[in-house]
């Protein structure tokens, strides 16, 4: 049986943006990742569910924080599931297996804990040791400004495009970028994301 991810998540404070702003973005984003209602869904106005690999969660997790952290005062809380997918329905939503139980069971869990992202793979180990890793990056990533959030964006999204292109397309100098990049940690961003990717490599056999 295919070992998948499913990510659970909703938009913070969503009530105190425009719809507009960040439901566009997102669903363009999502558009990118596969086809709805198969592959991912918004529902309940501000509640999305992606269906991926265990190996690419992680990043689409951080990009669409990085991506809805762009508007000013929005974050999102996502809760990734890893494991089997023993139903398939006609939806995301509608699916069912390990993977899907696990995500909407972290995902119940982040808002008593004040945590905007966890996972849950099954294995207690590997489970304290991502999750660990991943509450010492969030102490920077939520604190990611909307200008630092969009070059994070566009380094997740875009890996082998140069700063001096980003510059050009933000209408900064270069040296602006390199700048915003340091200050979003993302060298340690990319370390967190090798980290994950180690950790997991095993559900993508």
Same mark, same amino acid.
């Given at each position: 049986?295919k070992?998948?991810a499913?990510?659970?998540?909703d +938009?913070?404070?969503?009530?105190?943006?425009?719809?507009?702003q960040w439901?566009?973005?997102l669903?363009?984003?999502?558009?990118?990742l596969?086809?709805?209602? +198969?592959?991912w869904?918004i529902?309940r106005?501000?509640?999305?569910?992606?269906?991926?690999s265990p190996?690419?969660?992680?990043i689409?997790?951080?990009?669409?924080?990085?991506?809805?952290?762009?508007?000013?005062?929005?974050d999102?809380r996502?809760g990734?599931? +890893?494991g089997?997918?023993?139903?398939e329905?006609?939806?995301?939503s509608q699916?069912?297996?390990?993977?899907?139980?696990r995500?909407g069971r972290?995902?119940?869990t982040?808002?008593k804990?004040?945590?905007?992202?966890?996972i849950?793979?099954?294995d207690?180990?590997?489970?304290?040791?991502?999750n660990?890793?991943?509450?010492?990056?969030?102490?920077?990533m939520?604190?990611?400004s909307v200008?630092?959030?969009?070059?994070?964006?566009?380094?997740l999204?875009?890996?082998?495009?140069?700063?001096q292109?980003?510059?050009d397309?933000?209408?900064v100098q270069?040296?602006?970028?390199?700048?915003?990049?340091?200050?979003a940690r993302?060298?340690?961003?990319l370390?967190?994301?090798?980290f994950?990717k180690e950790?997991?490599?095993?559900?993508?056999?």
């Open positions: 049986m070992v998948i499913i990510l659970t998540g +938009i913070v404070n969503s009530e105190q943006s425009e719809v507009i439901m566009t973005m669903k363009k984003r999502l558009n990118q596969g086809t709805t209602p +198969i592959d869904e529902y106005g501000d509640e999305f569910q992606i269906r991926t190996e690419d969660a992680l689409i997790a951080i990009g669409i924080k990085a991506l809805i952290k762009t508007v000013k005062n929005l999102v996502i990734i599931g +890893i089997e997918e023993n139903f329905g006609s939806s995301v699916s069912n297996g390990k993977a899907h139980q995500s972290v995902f119940e982040l808002k804990q004040k945590l905007n992202l966890a849950a793979t099954g207690l180990k590997k489970d304290k040791a991502l660990l890793v991943l509450r010492l990056a969030l102490d920077f939520d604190n990611w200008v630092t959030a969009e070059v994070v964006r566009l380094a999204e875009q890996p082998d495009v140069s700063q292109e980003w510059a397309y933000l209408k270069q040296s602006a970028v390199s700048q915003r990049l340091k200050r993302m060298e340690l961003v370390e967190v994301l090798d994950y950790t997991v490599k095993e559900f993508n056999a």
